[in-house]
């Protein structure tokens, strides 16, 4: 395995680490269009599966703050899209929610996303999470379920996506042609035990995955570009796709590889801390 430890152009110091020969895992900044080139070196996904920052300024994060202003939210939010949507051919799946801190920004950021990103629209899933959780919710309803934008681009949606009909009345719904397998909107996918100390809003390694097997095939890549403790890594893994993560705390970094290791039983080595 190669070694590598370098700086990019915007003083953020990282580290690219490679898992498994395949996997990708750099600590930087999606805002960052350098630290993303830098990361995905020409490599085109077929999913990008994200969790953007929740910033709710409730110490979920070691060295990442999650307090922004509301425009500079809604601003990360779609500088981030607008990035990252250049290594894609395929679908988009961000999930996104309200918070005590931010409480109607989601809206703003998924009608912008909707309007400004020349991707087409698919759905708007709901995760429904098996549970509420005030600490989010503080001022507002329980937080039962969260929202996951779907959308992708054209051509992909053309040639991986059918619509099928149940027998003669033209009530069609999208199926993916190439997975074998039709989309529900709903999904319900409890979180319990996924937290990690730490790093507590990681999400189950059961909903990517369920992204992952739906919108993709074997070896093909994904892009997580919040990748927080590297789930979506994990359901790769899994799963035999090749995933990109990029988280700007190198906390997060840490935590990924000893969770990888714990998680998928395989002895990866890691890169010699520097930071
Ligand atoms: C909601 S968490 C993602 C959790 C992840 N889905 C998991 O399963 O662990 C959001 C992550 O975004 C990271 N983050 C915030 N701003 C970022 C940026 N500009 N670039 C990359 N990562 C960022 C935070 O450090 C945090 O780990």
Redesign the pocket.
């Known amino acids: 395995m190669e070694e590598t430890t370098c700086e990019c152009g915007n003083k953020i110091k990282y580290k690219v680490s490679d898992i498994k020969n395949a996997h990708r895992l750099m600590c930087?900044?999606?805002?960052?269009p350098k630290?993303l080139e830098r990361l995905m070196d020409g490599k085109i996904v077929k999913l990008i599966f994200?969790?953007?920052?929740?910033n709710m300024n409730a110490g979920?994060?070691e060295?990442?703050k999650?307090n922004l202003a509301s425009q500079e939210y809604i601003d990360?939010n779609l500088k981030?899209i607008e990035n990252v949507k250049k290594y894609l051919k395929g679908f988009l799946f961000y999930?996104l929610s309200y918070n005590r801190n931010s409480r109607w920004q989601f809206l703003e950021i998924f009608y912008r996303i909707l309007k400004e990103s020349k991707l087409e629209f698919l759905e708007l899933i709901l995760w429904d999470k098996l549970h509420g959780m005030p600490i989010t919710s503080r001022g507002l309803l329980t937080r039962e379920f969260e929202q996951i934008l779907v959308m992708g681009d054209s051509e992909s949606m053309k040639e991986d996506l059918e619509l099928f009909f149940l027998g003669k009345n033209d009530r069609g719904a999208y199926f993916n042609k190439k997975s074998q397998k039709g989309i529900s909107n709903l999904w319900k996918i409890g979180t319990n035990k996924?937290q990690?100390k730490n790093?507590l809003?990681?999400?189950p390694i059961a909903l990517?995955m369920k992204a992952i097997l739906l919108m993709t095939a074997r070896g093909d890549a994904v892009l997580?570009?919040?990748?927080?403790?590297?789930?979506?890594g994990i359901a790769c893994e899994r799963t035999f796709r090749v995933c990109y993560g990029?988280?700007?705390?190198p906390k997060?970094i840490e935590i990924?590889l000893a969770r990888f290791t714990k998680l998928t039983n395989r002895k990866i080595t890691k890169y010699e801390d520097n930071l």
Do not use: H, I, K, R
Request: with cysteine; glycine share 4%; aromatic share 14%.
């Open positions: 930087g900044s999606s805002e960052e630290d994200t969790s953007a920052p929740y979920l994060y060295n990442y999650d990360l981030v999930n996924s990690q790093l809003a990681c999400f990517p997580d570009c919040f990748s927080g403790s590297f789930s979506t990029m988280d700007l705390d997060a990924s």
